[in-house]
């Protein structure tokens, strides 16, 4: 039988941006939506760079009615290539393993 490890990081991702991944992931996964979510995700990748600006580019507008922290957070982690992956990553895993219990493996 093959071992589902944790998905690893990438290495330029800080502490808060594993956070947002993890928190995002384990909502879909509580939600009961990973199968849409790793679709869309997964469709979305070669744009998540043109999202990114889009919500830099909306973002004085956003922020007169939603937090601008989380925005900003948001936007910045979509400039890494390498976000996409990583969250669908942990939504497969979470889903695989069950939300009891995953905190030690993931960080």
């Not at 995700?41 to 744009?47: G, N, V």
């Not at 922020?63 to 979509?78: A, G, K, M, P, R």
């Not at 976000?83 to 979470?94: K, Q, R």
Request: charged content about 25%; overall charge negative.
């Amino acid at each position: 039988m093959l071992e589902h490890r944790p998905p690893t990081a990438p290495t330029s991702f800080d502490e808060r941006e594993r956070q947002l991944c993890l928190s995002f992931a384990r909502g879909v996964v509580q939600r009961r939506l990973t199968a849409a979510a790793i679709f869309f995700l997964e469709s979305m990748r070669p744009m998540n760079f043109v999202a990114s600006q889009g919500m830099a580019f909306f973002s004085p507008i956003v922020n007169l009615i939603f937090s601008s922290e989380s925005w900003d957070e948001v936007q910045s982690l979509l400039e890494k290539r390498e976000a996409l992956p990583y969250i669908v990553d942990l939504i497969d895993y979470l889903e695989y393993r069950g939300l009891d219990g995953i905190d030690e493996d993931l960080v």
